[in-house]
T-cell receptor
Framework: DTEVTQTPKHLVMGMTNKKSLKCEQH?????MYWYKQKAKKPPELMFV???????INESVPSRFSPECPNSSLLNLHLHALQPEDSALYLC?????????????????FGPGTRLTVL | TQLLEQSPQFLSIQEGENLTVYCNSS?????LQWYRQEPGEGPVLLVT?????EVKKLKRLTFQFGDARKDSSLHITAAQPGDTGLYLC???????????FGGGTRLMVKP
């Protein structure tokens, strides 16, 4: 099973709302990722969790708050977003952890959440 | 900073034609992943190449990793409308789990 699931599929929110994106994988991967993707562009890395601990934050604004409750789940809490934050938000997981040498590099992506901020 | 230059950025061809997409870098990668992404969906992993000179085939798709592990190509034979999508290459490093993505190639195959 190489499936990563994400909910919701679509989300429309106002700039004062608080919402959360959810991601789940059951591949036993110990690294999970959040990416942001704008139209016609490659994914941009936001956060990396390794063994349920935040290992990489790519200077993401604090209005995005990640959380990893356990090794299978990853959340992204959203608060006071701006219209320019509208994008496809992708979750991914991998066997390979942060700072690991060698091993397989593949990341498996979920279907994404299409976020629109009004 | 490792960069992956992907070309062409956009390709529009007729059904049945062949095409090649390239990913080039001045840096060495431990592996190279190719993904296909349809609009509104997440990238789907097609293949991983890890050995310099490696060639992998997936039906009408042929993937090659350069001898020096700095470049890769994807060749599609007799393209079908179902091949339409965004093709992304992504390079892995021996240390750590971050991927370097190419800029993507948007392929449209017309019937």
């Amino acid at each position: 099973d190489t499936e990563v699931t994400q909910t919701p599929k679509h989300l429309v929110m106002g700039m004062t709302n608080k919402k959360s994106l959810k991601c789940e994988q059951h591949m036993g991967h110990r690294a999970m990722y959040w990416y942001k993707q704008k139209a016609k562009k490659p994914p941009e890395l936001m956060f990396v969790y390794s063994y349920e601990k935040l290992s990489i934050n790519e200077s993401v604004p604090s209005r995005f708050s990640p959380e990893c409750p356990n090794s299978s789940l990853l959340n992204l809490h959203l608060h006071a977003l701006q219209p320019e934050d509208s994008a496809l938000y992708l979750c991914a997981s991998s066997q390979k952890r942060t700072y690991q040498r060698g091993g397989r590099d593949e990341q498996f992506f979920g279907p994404g959440t299409r976020l629109t901020v009004l | 900073t490792q960069l992956l230059e992907q070309s062409p950025q956009f390709l529009s061809i007729q059904e049945g034609e062949n095409l090649t997409v390239y990913c080039n870098s001045s840096s060495v990668f431990s592996s190279l992943q190719w993904y296909r992404q349809e609009p509104g969906e997440g990238p789907v992993l097609l293949v991983t190449v890890v050995t310099g000179g490696e060639v992998k085939k997936l039906k009408r798709l042929t993937f090659q990793f350069g001898d020096a592990r700095k470049d890769s190509s994807l060749h599609i034979t007799a393209a079908q409308p179902g091949d339409t999508g965004l093709y992304l290459c992504a390079g892995g490093r021996n240390a750590g789990n971050m991927l370097t993505f190419g800029g993507g190639t948007r392929l449209m195959v017309k019937p």
